[in-house]
């Protein structure tokens, strides 16, 4: 585990440990931030579209442009 994996491992465990209420006020801070909004945003975007093909991007280009 590296140490970014561990630390967040650690923010996790206290997250979990929180009273409801308490867990819930973090969470709303954090979607209140607009960059980790966003950045929770495309996370739940590639979680959901992990099991897609690939395709090149050049064709991905080709097809925006049609």
């Known amino acids: 585990m590296t140490v970014p994996q561990a630390t967040a491992e650690v923010f996790l465990t206290a997250l979990r440990a929180l009273p409801e209420e308490e867990r819930q006020a973090v969470l709303t801070r954090i979607v209140e ?4 909004r966003e950045d929770l945003q495309d996370l739940a975007v590639f979680s959901q579209r992990r099991d897609e ?5 050049r064709d991905f280009l080709e097809e925006q442009e049609s």
């Open 33 to 36: 931030e607009e960059q980790w």
């Open 53 to 57: 093909p690939a395709r090149p991007f």
